[in-house]
């Protein structure tokens, strides 16, 4: 098994320790594969998903029996939403004490099934490199997502002769699949012949590694861009086709809308009215056809690579021109900056979390990468950290999932060592996966958490206040100036407690000097001036 791990170019697992699954970690040794051992195995999960993100490699997670494989589920699920390739191997009691009551002798292949694209059992020892390598396929071809290989603990421990098995090496196809070239001709007709156009580019444009062609596309097409998932940093923000702050009315006014490797679920609003114009006409690409129609009808629907569509359109669609249409939105944006740059520049106490927002994306720049792990905060930081490159910012995707930071950052920490690792927090959020501040210190990651600590559950504080009244919010407050800065201390990190905005800067300069994992634990404020619930900006 550790020798496709290794044949697949993966540097790194992701476990918590089991009986069951121990063997795999002596042909990890044997093949210089690296073992990250975390506190929790939903972090092992969300560190495999984190790791395929950054390397675009199958990341892989190793759990032990039982309770092993349910603590993974969530992680698990997170991935399958957001099309993340990774592998889970799970430990299972031995086929000799299948239903005997042995240790951890549960079946939880039908649990996975629903949150993966490939869930099996293999019966033999001498078949492991084989599954090993449908579970690679599965994982990396057509729409991407997790898979999950479960193994009985006497069949890996089985002991076979390497040399007389047969090892799969060309197993999965690398080619991208173009569009149809008549319906890549009407797209482009319509977008040239569009007076009011814009483009919503997606994790597909990440996953397909089109970032240049959706620059080159944008120019040519004279299209507003906007992203979302990991399609965040596909545009350089300094690109004079990216917008961010004009989405709303783009949407509610657009007559041609370009949608890009996402689905148009609730964060696109369904494609409904009154948030999309009723008129407008879909332009829909992805590499999936069974999210293309969903929940709004297409005018064009095409199959295809994202990179590939791409190219195929900026050929079709010569040179357009909507400049009447960018300027209006452009304008509408720097209406927008100027609003919340009031804000950004507060010195009010407790903290506006624009202002820590600001301050925090000093410290970003192209070596940097941003993992977003919370609620509200982490919805403001990414509109306003500058985010320039693919990969540069990860959060959970569409399942919303709270706890993906730590996994993330140690997936960035052993995959890009070379650049800085910055977390955004929820002050909630760091109650899930917080412990795996010891694994940061264990292995020298020396990550920098920045708590954005409201004292609550702000996304659902502010909802239930406004409809059953103060005082009537149970399950959403938190403790007052709670000091997970002392927590990551008494790890062996180094902490940092904030509670006025002039010490924001130096503490995360410290934070980050220091060497260590780290917390600046912000205090901010709950009920902000100048955003909405959910910390929409107004």
Not at 183 to 190: D, P, S
């Amino acid at each position: 098994m550790a020798r496709m791990i290794r044949q697949e170019g993966v540097s790194h697992i992701f476990t918590l320790s089991g009986g069951h699954i121990q063997n795999i970690y002596e042909g990890c040794l044997n093949n210089d594969i690296g073992i990250i051992d975390t506190r929790h195995e939903q972090s092992a999960g969300h560190a495999a998903d984190g790791y395929s993100r950054i390397t675009f490699k199958p990341g892989v997670a190793v759990v032990t029996a039982g309770p092993g494989v349910t603590d993974v589920v969530t992680a698990v699920a997170n991935a399958y939403q957001a099309s993340s390739p990774m592998v889970v191997i799970g430990g299972r009691s031995p086929l000799r004490q299948y239903d005997m009551g042995s240790l951890q002798d549960i079946e939880l292949l039908d649990v996975m099934k629903p949150i993966t694209k490939w869930a099996q059992t293999v019966y033999e020892t001498r078949r492991l490199p084989y599954y090993m390598a449908m579970a690679f396929r599965e994982a990396m071809t057509g729409r991407y997502g997790p898979t999950f290989l479960q193994v009985p603990s006497d069949v890996l421990f089985g002991r076979v002769d390497e040399d007389s098995l047969e090892w799969p090496r060309n197993y999965r196809v690398t080619g991208e699949i173009m569009g149809d070239p008549e319906l890549i001709k009407q797209a482009a007709k319509l977008i040239r012949e569009a007076e009011k156009p814009m483009v919503m580019a997606g994790s597909g444009v990440f996953w397909h590694r089109a970032h240049r062609e959706l620059a080159e596309f944008a120019r040519a097409a004279d299209v507003p861009v906007y992203t979302n998932a990991m399609g965040r940093g596909t545009l350089r923000q300094d690109n004079p086709n990216f917008f961010s702050l004009s989405r709303k009315p783009a949407f509610a006014q657009a007559d041609v809308i370009v949608v890009l490797g996402t689905p148009i679920d609730f964060r696109l609003k369904y494609g409904r009215p009154p948030a999309w114009n009723p008129a407008a006409k879909v332009i829909q690409i992805d590499i999936d056809p069974r999210d293309i129609g969903r929940n709004r009808d297409f005018t064009i629907g095409i199959e295809a690579n994202i990179r590939q569509a791409l190219l195929q359109l900026t050929s079709e669609i010569g040179k357009a021109e909507h400049r009447e249409w960018m300027t209006y939105l452009r304008g509408l944006e720097n209406q927008a900056d100027e609003q919340r740059s009031y804000y950004m520049n507060s010195d009010a106490v407790p903290i506006h979390p624009l202002r820590l927002c600001k301050e925090i994306a000093e410290f970003v720049d192209d070596d940097t990468i941003v993992i977003g792990d919370g609620g509200d905060i982490v919805a403001l930081a990414a509109s306003v950290l500058p985010i320039n490159n693919p990969g540069q910012w990860m959060d959970p995707g569409p399942f919303g999932t709270l706890g993906v930071g730590t996994g993330f950052c140690m997936a960035a920490a052993v995959a890009a060592p070379d650049k800085k690792v910055l977390m955004v927090n929820g002050d909630g959020t760091f109650g899930l996966n917080g412990f795996d501040f010891d694994t940061f210190v264990r292995f020298k990651m020396p990550i920098v958490s920045v708590v954005g600590n409201d004292r609550c559950w702000h996304q659902i504080y502010v909802g239930q206040k406004a409809q059953y009244g103060e005082g009537r919010t149970p399950a959403t407050v938190l403790g007052d100036n709670a000091r997970y800065d002392k927590v990551v201390e008494g790890l062996g990190g180094h902490g940092e407690f904030v509670e006025h905005p002039e010490q924001i800067k130096a503490a995360i300069e410290r934070a980050f000097a220091s060497g260590k994992p780290a917390c600046v634990n912000v205090i901010m404020d709950p009920e902000p001036e100048g955003v909405k619930g959910g910390y929409e900006f107004k």
